[in-house]
């Protein structure tokens, strides 16, 4: 029997009112920030739709709107030592736009007396100023010029601001957010009293988001499907557990009353323990692990913690490079990486190497550059395991086994270094549009990751885990 596709037929319509724009329609936001008001919504203490915007020109606006904006979230995994297994249709995205196809629609959101709140993850790469973006592109390319158009439009009509909370994983990423906005004012010339508009009655919050999105359960949808009784080629899987950490007023605690629905929210005058916790054991791990391990022909984040070559990497990284360069008691990052490794293992997750490569580069910036860094100038060497994974991301931008996805001048320039096998770690590591600085100005750096990249390429990546782990 062929299952029907989601519709609004299978669930209530959402009544409320649109009080949030959002930018980013992918799968984190949307089992995120979209399941998290759903929770609230059932509570009755958001009271509230989302209309979402498509960052770029190819995206999933089509498809969403297809399906009445309707898909769902599955969670599946390990919480509180209790195995959780559950379903629910979303119900709070109101319409996505596609700013490229609904320039003024989208312009239109800003007249809407109801709307507070403004999300975006428009991923490491998304909080960026692009020269030449001008008010009068319909749309400018980055998504701060978008959003600076959209505030000049809700200037101009004398309405409130907003409480902005970007979730794109960058350190303090509301404050970076709010720089190129004003920069683009400038820019633009837009009057002063705009400028001092955004200052004073917009709120840029900076924050820190942790949940394991896998996405689309691709390799078993159909059972999934005939469990839930309907097709959704939209739905998403995700982990049960969830950490927002916002640095904000505490006038949030009520006007987005997330912990008081149960979640797992903290609102707080500095996030940064929280951040360099997260980024760096969490994310950090992710992104030293996806290269090295894709090479090894290893598909899934369980399955590199259940390798007898890769897990040994990923304790002695933990252990050797992470948890010394981090500014928190040993104790607390020792058990709270122990809580990671579990959720690494996670049977349900199916988490997707893949899905961990997109913006590799920028990722590797955030996540485990400033490790690389302040555990050069420490400890006067070259931590093995980090620089192995630079390795294993500059043999895996060559594209010859997986085609990476990336921003066009990061993918130019690992081309035309490729050219030359012999020194493509000396091109790359000096390549400071890369990475904000020159690497190879870091004793010994270039030096051992050409030498990785030699092994990679000679004898592949799971004999360099093994060198790394004295087995050679």
Known sequence: MTLEKISTDRIEPNPNPVRALQFGEGNFMRAFIDWQLQQLNKKDLFNGKVTVVQPIDRGLADMLNEQDDRYTVILEGLLDGQVIQDFEIITVIDDVIDPYKRWQDYLAQAENDELAFIFSNTTEAGIAYHEGDQLTDTPPQSYPAKLTAFLYKRWELKKPGFTIIPCELIDRNGDKLKEIVLRYANDWQLPTEFKTWIDTENVFCCSLVDRIVPGYPRDNAEEFWDKMGYQDPLMVKAEPFLLWVIEGPQSLKESLPLAKAGLNVIVTDDMTPYRERKVHLLNG????????????????????????????????????????????????????????????????????????????????????????????????????????????????????????????????????????????????????????????????????????????????????????????
Do not use: C
């Open 285 to 472: 791990p992710h992104t030293a692990m996806v290269s090295l391990a894709l090479l090894a022909d290893i598909q899934t984040v369980e399955e590199v913690m259940k390798d007898a070559d890769f897990r040994p990497f990923v304790d002695d990284l933990f252990s050797k490079e992470l948890i010394p360069m981090v500014d928190l008691p040993q104790k607390e990052l020792e058990s709270y990486a122990e809580q990671i490794k579990e959720r690494f293992l996670n049977p349900f997750a199916n988490h997707q190497l893949t899905s961990i490569l997109l913006n590799s580069v920028s990722k590797f910036s955030a996540r485990l550059l400033p490790i690389l860094t302040k555990f050069e100038a420490e400890k006067q060497t070259v931590p093995a395991h980090i620089a192995a994974a630079l390795a294993g991301l500059i043999v895996l931008y060559r594209g010859d086994k997986i085609k990476p996805t990336d921003d066009k001048e990061a993918l130019d320039a690992f081309e035309q270094a490729w050219k030359n096998p012999t020194t493509v770690a000396q091109d790359i590591l000096s390549n400071d549009s890369l990475w904000g600085m020159d690497l190879t100005t870091l004793p010994d750096l270039a030096t051992t990751v050409q030498t990785d990249v030699t092994i990679l390429l000679e004898k592949g990546a799971r004999e360099l885990v093994k060198q790394l782990k004295g087995e050679i």
